[in-house]
């Protein structure tokens, strides 16, 4: 069974950084496509970013190109979202998520998902 926590979120003020970490557990993270979707009350989940399991493919949602960078270490069983110039328009509780290929890292086909974070960005 795979189990996936995330942390690093926080209140932060428009214009700074927050880093998100999301450690995988109990099964080969190497070979799961990664993905960040973040969720705001009453909308639905959106996806945010995703890099395949190689590192080769990455993808970036519009609102957040240029701004957020997604990693992975593979040693660490870990996915990290690097989040700069916050906006307050970012304010979600993200979420990361496994599937098995990049071309599956969305809402509905997402394999494994964590508990979420809650980010908030203050203007």
């Known amino acids: 069974q795979v189990q996936l926590v995330e942390s690093g979120g926080g209140l932060v003020q428009a214009g700074g950084s927050l880093r998100l970490s999301c450690a995988v557990s109990?099964?080969?993270?190497?070979?799961?496509?990664m993905g960040w979707f973040r969720q705001v009350p009453g909308k639905e989940r959106d996806l945010v970013a995703a890099?395949?399991?190689?590192?080769?493919?990455?993808y970036y949602a519009d609102s957040v190109k240029g701004r957020f960078t997604i990693s992975r270490d593979n040693a660490k069983n870990t996915v990290y979202l690097q989040m700069n110039s916050l906006k307050p328009e970012d304010t979600a509780v993200y979420y990361c998520a496994a599937a098995r290929s990049l071309g599956t890292v969305t809402r509905d086909r997402s394999d494994c998902w964590g508990q979420g974070t809650q980010v908030t960005v203050s203007s």
């Open positions: 890099m395949s399991w190689n590192v080769i493919s990455t």
């Open positions: 109990g099964r080969t993270f190497s070979s799961f496509a």
